[in-house]
Every structure is written in structure tokens, then in C-alpha cells.
């Protein structure tokens, strides 16, 4: 697993910016390279706020949307089209307004949906259709993703894992039901961590001073169940996009104080 990397911008809106224009780069030159690109979504401010970035980008259309694989890091069990499903809010931030090959487009099963209110079955099909999509050359029953989007919780989580419930002790599923998530709604469904590292770059995004102690927890060696945000490491990058006031509490040697 690679060692985290911290980016400190001034702001979260410059840092969604700088954010969404690092994801247009990354994804072209994936498919550039390999014909297609693969990123999983995370729900919240942060997540939606790089959307919405890069939706308002001048280079948005170097992206071939057609050839982009979309996934979820997690979902709130809520019925489809819920306003405060992960899934709305990013087909409002940035989804609707691009050319995507829905076929291409992978949400988490609603509530209601073929799984009426059972989030634990839901988990199961998504794992399925992770390996469904998985080749021989990946790394876990789940495709190797080239970047996966989180935001961090005030508490360090990430995902629907949050320090000390069950999911973020699981060690073998790529996707499991949450129950009793202490950030509503209560029931949802999350990658794990080991789904989670199977992903080539981890990106982590946290602005806003309610995030400082957050990241300065998961970046000074917290365990992950304590620190689920700790855990959460790609194959070959980790990356910490953070503005100044989420890193004003990072031990200095990894965000130096400006120089006077
Ligand atoms: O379903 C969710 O709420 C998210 O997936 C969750 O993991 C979110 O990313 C963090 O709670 C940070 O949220 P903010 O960026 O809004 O602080």
C-alpha cells in the first residue's frame, strides 16, 4: 500500500477545482493508455462539490464520458431518487450533463428496488457485479479502479465505514450493509476496505476546519478501526486533498507551516 500524500489548496472551492481538473487528467490518461477509465464516487460536500467542479470545467469534454466506468464507494439506503441518495446528488452535480454510456453507470440498488429493504442483500448483488467486472489481473474480486473518490467524516470515517462498527472490521466481502451508521440515514451500504485498496489511487478529500482533527488523526498512524480514513490506502497512490483549514492540526513534517 502507498504512503499517504498530502495537497493542501486555500479554500475548498479551489481545492474542487484543482481536484476535478487532477480526475480529468488522470482519466484521460487512462484511457489514453488503456482504452477506458474506471472511478469510484463518494457521496457528501466534498465529493459532490469536485463533481460539480468538474462539471463547470473548460476541459470537461476531454473526457471521453462514452468509455468511463462509474462506480459507488457507498450509498444511503433510501428509495431511488431520494434527493439525499449519493446517487441524485452526483447525477445533479455532473452525471445528467454528460454523454455517459449508461451501461457504464453503476449505482447501489435503492431501497425498494429489487431488494425491497434488505441492504444486506443489496451489498451482495453489488459485490457481484464488482466481480462480475473484475479481470484476471485484478487485485480482488473487484476491477482495479484508477482512482477511488472519498470524503472523511469528522470522525475519520470513510465510505459507510465508520470507527469500530462491523464494516470496517471486514476483511473478506468488497461490500457489506450498514446498520445504525451514526451519520444518517442509518442504513447503508459500503465498499470495504479491502475493496477499497484494490483501487489503483485512493483520493481522499476533506475541507473545512470540522475535517483538521479528522485528518490529522488518520494521517499520524491511527489505526483503521479506530481511523477508518487511516485504512484507506491505494495500490500505487494515496492521496490527501485537504484545504488549509483541514490541515491546520497535520503533524509538520507533513504539511510545513508557510513560510513567514
Ligand atoms: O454517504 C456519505 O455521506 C458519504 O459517502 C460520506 O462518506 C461522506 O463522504 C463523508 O461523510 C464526508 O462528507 P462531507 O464531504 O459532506 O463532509
Redesign the pocket.
Known amino acids: 500500500m502507498s504512503a499517504p500524500q498530502v495537497v493542501v489548496h486555500r479554500d475548498k472551492e479551489l481545492m474542487a477545482k484543482a481536484a476535478a481538473a487532477r480526475l480529468i487528467t488522470k482519466i484521460v490518461d487512462a484511457q489514453a493508455a488503456r482504452g477506458s477509465a474506471s472511478v469510484v464516487l ?6 459532490n462539490g469536485l463533481l460539480a467542479a468538474l462539471a463547470e470545467s473548460p476541459a470537461r469534454d476531454a473526457v471521453d464520458w462514452h468509455r468511463l466506468d462509474l462506480w459507488w ?4 439506503f433510501l428509495p431511488e431518487g431520494d434527493p439525499e441518495r ?1 446517487h441524485t446528488q452526483a447525477r445533479e452535480a455532473l452525471l445528467d450533463s454528460v454523454p455517459l454510456d449508461p451501461a457504464r453507470v453503476h449505482p447501489m440498488e435503492p431501497a425498494g428496488g429489487r431488494f425491497g429493504n434488505d441492504a444486506d442483500a443489496a451489498a451482495e448483488e453489488y459485490a457481484l457485479e464488482l466481480a462480475a467486472a473484475a479481470g484476471p489481473e485484478d487485485h480482488a474480486a473487484v476491477p482495479s479502479f484508477d482512482v477511488l473518490l ?4 469528522p470522525d475519520t ?4 465505514l465508520f470507527p469500530e462498527l462491523p464494516g470496517v472490521y471486514e476483511q473478506e466481502r468488497t461490500v457489506v450493509g450498514v446498520h445504525g451508521a451514526p ?1 444518517p440515514p442509518p442504513t ?1 451500504v459500503s465498499l470495504t476496505l479491502p475493496a477499497i485498496r484494490a483501487a489503483r489511487e485512493v483520493w481522499l ?1 476533506a475541507a ?1 476546519e470540522d ?1 483538521a482533527n479528522a485528518a490529522a488523526i488518520a494521517l499520524s498512524g491511527a489505526g483503521e478501526v479506530q481511523a477508518p480514513a487511516a485504512g484507506a490506502r491505494g495500490r500505487s497512490r494515496t492521496l490527501w486533498l485537504l484545504d488549509e483549514a483541514a490541515a491546520a492540526q497535520l503533524p509538520r513534517d507533513l504539511y510545513p507551516p508557510a513560510s513567514a
Request: hydrophobic share 20%; no cysteine.
Open positions: 463518494t457521496g457528501g460536500r466534498n465529493g464507494g457507498d450509498e444511503r449519493n472519498l470524503g472523511v467524516g470515517h470513510v465510505a459507510s451519520k447503508r478529500l473545512g475535517k
